[in-house]
């Protein structure tokens, strides 16, 4: 079943990196086997106890690269086996950067434990590609996309300054060198935006500079065996409909570099007649974000024993309409 009795096309989304907090997926763990026996698997996967670290920290190593993303991967996971059937299936999924992984899992197109192992390199990787300080992120708030394109265009002065996530109407984040992204945030204050801020990140992600991890990248996804999707799912490249492995294997490789698209994939999912996104895994980033795209849409969230049984009880008043 991939609709409610009234028809409702479901989209289940899976948050990237920042979304991590200590004590994520623990309660979930604690009470459903299923959840416990997926962070089991991730300790197992990795050879070090992830779990220790999702469940209690320190935040300090939880923020490092090449942990968040794995960590987040798995605390997602582990709610999404829990939910699993207890609503209906997805007609799509998606996932915001490294989240685009987790929806590949949830879709069949990756082994969990491939997936736990290929988000540790990947972190590494994206970590080493740029030495620290020589990159940074700003956000750009109040902004559109061709304005901050062409703030970019004009802040880079021979060095990289690009879009990195375009995550709504109101917010886009560009990378680059720390340089041109400094003289882009203060050219976006200047042209109008409602506030330009630099972001406490560790290394600039989706932008050119990130060439050296996506070579190493690649050759991890091109050793990993990879099935056909279940359910669409939705690149950040591109936008579009992943329905194979093959496309599912080189936009994986391509959005190291290119920014994710992320307001133009959710809009596609409304054009499909997506009424209800489903954010599993830790905090409502996303669902914040669709607020700011649609309004109209329904928004709900899984990353707890809480928000949980409310999104279990809000499909189940749906499909009895």
């Given at each position: 079943?991939?609709?409610?009795?009234?028809?409702?096309?479901?989209?289940?989304?899976?948050?990237?990196?920042?979304?991590?907090?200590?004590?994520?997926?623990?309660?979930?763990?604690?009470?459903?086997?299923?959840?416990?026996?997926?962070?089991?698997?991730?300790?197992?996967?990795?050879?070090?106890?992830?779990?220790?670290?999702?469940?209690?920290?320190?935040?300090?190593?939880?923020?490092?690269?090449?942990?968040?993303?794995?960590?987040?991967?798995?605390?997602?996971?582990?709610?999404?086996?829990?939910?699993?059937?207890?609503?209906?299936?997805?007609?799509?999924?998606?996932?915001?950067?490294?989240?685009?992984?987790?929806?590949?899992?949830?879709s069949g197109t990756i082994s969990f434990a491939d997936a736990v192992r290929t988000l540790r390199n990947r972190g590494k990787y994206m970590q080493e590609a740029v030495p620290v300080g020589v990159?940074?992120?700003?956000?750009?708030?109040?902004?559109?996309?061709?304005?901050?394109?062409?703030?970019?265009?004009?802040?880079?002065?021979?060095?990289?300054?690009?879009?990195?996530?375009?995550?709504?109407?109101?917010?886009?984040?560009?990378?680059?060198?720390?340089?041109?992204?400094?003289?882009?945030?203060?050219?976006?204050?200047?042209?109008?935006?409602?506030?330009?801020?630099?972001?406490?990140?560790?290394?600039?992600?989706?932008?050119?500079?990130?060439?050296?991890?996506?070579?190493?990248?690649?050759?991890?996804?091109?050793?990993?065996?990879?099935?056909?999707?279940?359910?669409?799912?939705?690149?950040?490249?591109?936008?579009?409909?992943?329905?194979?492995?093959?496309?599912?294997?080189?936009?994986?490789?391509?959005?190291?570099?290119?920014?994710?698209?992320?307001?133009?994939?959710?809009?596609?999912?409304?054009?499909?007649?997506?009424?209800?996104?489903?954010?599993?895994?830790?905090?409502?980033?996303?669902?914040?974000?669709?607020?700011?795209?649609?309004?109209?849409?329904?928004?709900?969230?899984?990353?707890?024993?809480?928000?949980?049984?409310?999104?279990?009880?809000?499909?189940?008043?749906?499909?009895?309409?």
């Amino acid at each position: 079943m991939t609709e409610s009795k009234n028809g409702t096309r479901i989209a289940f989304i899976f948050p990237g990196q920042g979304s991590q907090v200590v004590g994520m997926g623990r309660d979930l763990a604690e009470k459903y086997p299923i959840a416990q026996q997926t962070f089991e698997e991730a300790d197992d996967a990795l050879g070090y106890k992830i779990s220790k670290l999702c469940f209690e920290g320190p935040e300090e190593e939880l923020r490092m690269t090449e942990v968040t993303q794995p960590a987040i991967l798995t605390a997602s996971i582990a709610a999404w086996r829990v939910l699993e059937g207890r609503i209906p299936k997805p007609s799509f999924v998606a996932g915001h950067s490294m989240g685009e992984y987790t929806a590949h899992v949830a879709s069949g197109t990756i082994s969990f434990a491939d997936a736990v192992r290929t988000l540790r390199n990947r972190g590494k990787y994206m970590q080493e590609a740029v030495p620290v300080g020589v990159g940074a992120m700003a956000a750009i708030l109040g902004m559109d996309l061709e304005k901050v394109t062409a703030v970019c265009e004009d802040a880079a002065q021979g060095e990289v300054c690009s879009p990195a996530n375009i995550n709504s109407p109101e917010q886009i984040v560009i990378s680059g060198n720390t340089a041109a992204v400094e003289r882009g945030a203060k050219l976006a204050d200047e042209r109008g935006a409602k506030r330009a801020k630099l972001l406490p990140v560790s290394a600039p992600f989706h932008c050119a500079l990130m060439k050296p991890a996506q070579d190493r990248l690649e050759g991890d996804l091109n050793k990993l065996k990879m099935q056909k999707p279940v359910h669409p799912v939705i690149c950040n490249l591109e936008a579009s409909l992943v329905c194979d492995e093959l496309r599912a294997r080189t936009t994986l490789v391509g959005q190291v570099t290119g920014s994710v698209k992320w307001e133009q994939s959710m809009r596609l999912l409304l054009n499909e007649g997506v009424q209800t996104f489903i954010e599993i895994g830790p905090g409502k980033v996303l669902c914040g974000l669709m607020r700011q795209i649609d309004r109209s849409a329904t928004s709900l969230n899984v990353g707890d024993e809480g928000s949980l049984a409310k999104t279990v009880e809000h499909l189940a008043a749906q499909v009895s309409c």
